[in-house]
């Protein structure tokens, strides 16, 4: 974690890496020459002046045949070297992002007595902006927060690295669930591109007594799941990184013994078949309620191969993550 009086540096970092993402995506490396986008542009335009015209006679179509070959050779050409550059981009920006990624998915999880706490992480080809996390913030607090970033590649994969950053900060310097919110969405507006956006579910919860404080900012509702039923914990604000000075509510809760709390984002719930049918939240309940008794780790294999059954095997189309935490049915 970072300190205290650090705060101010993080906020001052998160700047310099938004900064430095918008020249990577503007990098004249690949950018459009606007002389060859006019080129394109009009050649798709008159493409139909290629082709021979009713009134046309033989002679005359024999005389433009040439010219109109090498005008079609010309259009192919510039449409294959576009396409190719465009190619070269995005598997160098994918490449980048998923090294981003994965720094920002922690290889391991608090070890706490009395909870089962597992994490899943399985990217899509293209990468999103998945992200969750979980941090002890005193000897009997945890906090934990899963969250989605809209869009793909590089700027939502350092959007994930300046949120994290920015909610370590915050929640070293003791804020409450609501400020630590309300601070993370302000700092979005005034960062993010417009139609950029953030979904959000951060907990604080208290070993002892089981006691959860929430807020839920527009993300898919976590289930709390246990004896065969189950509750949805909804509530605290609209998503993140639209609208500045929006309050949040912290909700409260109680984990019992035995209880799951299932945090996920929709990639896992939005998969669709051949019948164009998600997997759906009621889908991901089932599987949580028939493995209940299982490690959650199993839990996750076991939901996966329900998602590629239900899917045919077919390639995910959105990132799969999912966080749990149990309370032990001994404590």
Do not use: W
Not at 98 to 127: A, C, N
Not at 274 to 297: C, H, Q, T
């Amino acid at each position: 974690m970072v300190k205290a009086n650090s705060s101010d540096d993080i906020r001052l970092l998160i700047g310099e890496i938004i900064g430095k993402s918008k020249d990577i995506l503007q990098d004249k490396e690949f950018s459009d020459n606007d002389q060859e986008i006019r080129e394109f542009e009009n050649l798709v335009e008159n493409f139909e002046k290629l082709d021979r015209r009713k009134d046309e006679t033989e002679s005359d179509s024999l005389r433009f045949k040439h010219q109109r070959d090498n005008e079609r050779n010309k259009f192919i050409s510039l449409l294959m070297s576009k396409m190719r550059e465009k190619i070269d981009f995005f598997e160098k920006e994918l490449e980048i992002a998923h090294r981003i990624q994965k720094k920002m998915i922690p290889k391991s999880l608090p070890t706490v007595e009395g909870y089962d706490l597992e994490g899943f992480y399985h990217p899509s080809k293209q990468v999103g902006g998945d992200y969750y996390d979980c941090f002890f913030s005193s000897d009997d607090h945890m906090h934990f927060v899963i969250a989605d970033v809209s869009g793909k590649g590089i700027p939502s994969s350092l959007v994930v690295a300046c949120m994290q950053a920015y909610i370590h900060a915050e929640i070293h310097d003791s804020k409450p669930l609501n400020s630590i919110i309300e601070n993370l969405n302000n700092y979005l507006v005034d960062t993010l591109e417009y139609e950029k956006y953030v979904t959000l579910f951060m907990g604080k919860l208290e070993f002892r007594t089981g006691k959860l404080k929430y807020i839920n900012a527009g993300h898919n509702p976590p289930f709390i799941i246990n004896n065969g039923k189950q509750t949805e914990l909804t509530g605290g604000g609209p998503i993140l990184g639209q609208f500045k000075s929006i309050p949040y509510e912290i909700r409260d809760t109680v984990l019992s013994k035995g209880d799951v709390l299932a945090m996920f984002t929709d990639g896992v719930t939005e998969e669709f078949n051949d019948k164009e049918e998600e997997f759906s939240e009621e889908r991901l309940v089932e599987s949580i309620k028939r493995n209940a008794g299982k490690p959650l780790m199993e839990m996750f294999v076991n939901l996966i191969k329900e998602i590629k059954e239900f899917t045919d095997n077919r390639p995910f189309g959105d990132d799969l993550t999912m966080l749990f935490i149990r309370k032990n049915m001994a404590h």
